[in-house]
């Protein structure tokens, strides 16, 4: 981790937290699924916005496939 920091230029609080968010499910049961989980709403969230906001015109079918 001091060497990710250290690449970075930012040392986190928490640096289980980066752990767990740099760790993929088959290599531990000590993962990032519920990070992954919120973070991918989050991102849609602000995707529908965008989309919403840039293509006031286009349907709601086309929306959720640019989605």
């Given at each position: 981790m001091k060497e990710l920091f250290s690449n970075i230029g930012y040392t986190f609080k928490d640096s289980s937290l980066v752990e767990s968010a740099l760790t993929h499910k088959s290599f531990s049961s000590s993962?990032?699924?519920r990070l992954e989980f919120l973070g991918d709403a989050v991102v849609g969230l602000i995707?529908?916005?965008?989309?919403?906001?840039?293509?006031?015109?286009?349907?709601?079918?086309?929306?959720?496939?640019?989605?």
């Open positions: 993962n990032n699924e995707l529908g916005q965008l989309l919403m906001g840039g293509f006031s015109e286009a349907c709601e079918g086309k929306l959720s496939r640019w989605r």
